[in-house]
């Protein structure tokens, strides 16, 4: 039950990983205990599954459970020991808590650099998760490098198409894009990205649908709107099914297509994806959390630029008629 569980969760089915993997972390309480090591393992899953769909706060807890009785069980250099410090880093990092993660992340990577070698797929693993970290503490230089290495060592040891290697070359283009080097590279990175993941994990995947969107960023970055609007609504249908409307990554590419439009001149439709971004998180997080706060005052933004400023009643209205009868006029 706990492999299967894991395993529907890497095919992105989480609803059913989840209800899978609950049954399964309750079995192994009442069988093993809490603190077995069979048990933090379920937990783990749980928490990955549960971070997946973007239940952060949930995910976060689980995992500090883990690592807590991994320390007390196993030791704190125990290998086991070392996946729960770097999955507790990954979660708080993306929820913004960027010291504390980078502190968790060079504690993994050095215990695995001594545990399990330079070269080993999970010290690779926290090699390319410090980069993201400190990608986005903005320390560019340390990131590319650790990006670099973290991809050569997984075409070494993984080869070219295994997902976590196009998992680093997916990174290190967005961080080339980021700094201004290479944009050629940059694109050509994104394209291999994409097709690696489509082609190994299908086009649903949600790994494949980070990577269509990244893609389609870098093109609307360079002007070639077209092709990146496609992108984008494949990227939007994709995460709307496989992760629902109002998981946070469905919403990063309801606002990227809206911003997109925006710049082509589309801006009943823009407007209409801001205002839907807006009540998504009004609906996730509240009215007064800071992401949609600056949604809020995103929607205004626009509504003053475009002199759209009844767009929210115009569109509630239309979302409130009845439908109509097809073959009425």
Known sequence: MNNLAALLEQQGKLAEAEELQRKALAGF???????????????????????????????????????????????????????????????LEKQGKLEEAEGLQRRALEGRESQLGPQHPGTLNSVHNLAVVLEKQGKLEEAEGLQRRALEGRESQLGAQHPETLLSVNNLAFLLEKQGKLASEAEGLHRRALEGCESQLGPQHPDTLTSMNNLALLLQQQGKLEEAEELYRRALRGREGQLGPVHPDTLSSIRSLAILLEVKGSVTEAG????????????????????????????????RQHGILLLRQQVEAYQHLPARDPASH
């Open 272 to 303: 209409q994806l801001f205002l839907r971004e807006l009540r998504s998180l009004e609906e996730l997080h509240g009215p007064e959390h800071a992401e949609t706060r600056a949604s809020r005052r995103n929607l205004e933004r626009f509504q």
């Open 29 to 91: 309480e009442a069988q093993l205990g809490a603190s077995h090591p069979n048990t933090l393992i379920s937990v783990n899953v749980l928490a990955m599954i549960l971070e997946s769909q973007g239940k952060l706060e949930e995910a976060e807890g689980l995992y500090h459970r883990a690592l807590e009785c991994g320390e007390s069980q196993l030791g704190a250099q125990h290998p086991d020991t070392l996946v729960w410090v770097n999955n507790l880093a990954v979660v």
